[in-house]
């Protein structure tokens, strides 16, 4: 009973902390400074001098008209300076909302994935606010789509092509940049290989993914499931001759021991969440961030063990997190990164490719 009521009290909770910050974000939509500056000055039309005039009409016997003047001895001088001073406050105000939401807009940068086969090269501008429609940053495409399925050399080489000119750095991070919209499609290690060039970025990174019920673009902005990360104990799976260890994470399909490479069946960790399997399992951005922070506290504890030389990932999960995975990466304390690939026509990993701080290559044994 008493397990009952603090599960209660927990999902309430979250599920109020959630209420209040959309209706923060909705509220920050809205211009709040002006749409204030904009009541004010409606509120000091009545004051102005012009409106101030009373208009004195005689109507003797008749109904001819005699006379036809305006007096405005009854309006005092305070009555001008209050209307001008209200209008003055309201017209500040909305400035003062019109140059914030700018220098916001123009800190905002827009960076899409194109790393699949008929993947859209638009970037999905209904997921940001009107504001931000209108004045961020041009959008900056990543990535090739693969011309022939798995043929990842041409891939491999527009993704170090990107880092050496640095694209990062010029064109998305640059202008004291303040917030990052990052989606799109590639195969996982692709994914997991772009957000790593996002780690350590003073910016706010939204992310968005496509939803497979309806195919539309949209922000992880929905209320927290309470996924819990199910695994045996890190420490119960260690390397093997070759100093590799695996972790294979299940949240869209579950992954197969036989589906694994001959030498990492024993010697894998696996990860899998308290609810069922399914595309587009994580729908809130705090909830995923919390995730991945217990997958990056999970490879800190492999890199620690002196006879770990790889870590081998084996990932079936949504794109936003395997872009957050990789965000996670962290060079010179991590051991080295090898991401798989999964071939669902065969059933089996058949390549991979080793993640480094300066470029990305295709492993070989």
């Known amino acids: 009973m008493e397990k009952t009521k603090l599960k209660f009290i927990d999902t309430f ?8 910050e959309r209706y923060l974000k909705t509220k920050k939509k809205l211009y709040p400074l002006a749409i204030l500056g904009t ?48 209008f003055f406050i309201g017209a500040l105000l909305i ?54 399925a798995d043929d990842i050399t041409s891939q491999i080489k527009m993704f170090n092509s990107e880092v050496a000119v640095r694209i990062y750095e010029r064109f998305i991070l640059n202008q004291n940049c303040k917030t990052i919209y990052l989606g799109g499609l590639a195969r996982v290690p ?78 894998t960790l696996e990860i899998k969440s308290n609810l069922e399997n399914k595309r587009n399992l994580i729908t809130n951005q705090n909830e995923m961030e919390r995730i991945s922070f217990r997958i990056q506290e999970i490879v800190d504890q492999y890199s620690s063990l002196s006879d770990c030389k790889e870590l081998h990932f084996f990932i079936s999960a949504q794109s936003t997190l395997a872009l957050e995975i990789g965000s996670r990466f962290q060079e010179g304390i991590h051991k080295k990164w090898i991401i798989h690939n999964y071939n669902a026509q ?20």
């Open 346 to 365: 065969k059933g089996n990993y058949e390549w991979a490719i080793e993640v480094n701080k300066d470029c990305i290559k295709k492993y070989s044994c």
């Open 190 to 267: 692709f994914l997991v290989a772009y957000g790593s060039c996002f780690r350590a970025v003073s910016a706010k990174v939204i992310y968005f993914d496509r939803f497979h019920i309806d195919g539309e673009w949209k922000l992880l902005d929905d209320e927290e499931k309470g996924i819990q990360l199910i695994h045996d104990e890190p420490q119960t799976i260690q390397p093997n001759k070759k100093g590799q260890i695996g972790i294979s994470i299940s949240l869209t399909k579950e992954i197969q021991k036989e589906q694994l490479p001959i030498e990492l069946i024993g010697n």
């Open 39 to 86: 009541k004010l000055i409606i509120f000091s039309v009545p004051l102005f001098p012009i409106l101030g005039y009373t208009l004195k009409v005689n109507f003797p016997e008749g109904f001819i008209i005699s006379n036809f003047q305006f007096d405005s001895q009854s309006i005092s001088n305070a009555s001008y300076f209050f209307g001008f001073l209200i």
């Open 13 to 20: 909770w979250v599920r109020l902390k959630w209420v209040i």
């Open 95 to 148: 400035f003062i909302d019109v140059k914030r939401l700018g220098e916001v807009t123009r800190s905002t940068a827009k960076a899409l994935i194109t790393g699949m086969l008929g993947t859209t090269a638009r970037f999905p501008n209904e997921i940001l606010t009107r504001p931000e429609q209108l004045d961020s940053r041009e959008t900056v495409e990543l990535g090739i789509p693969e011309l022939i």
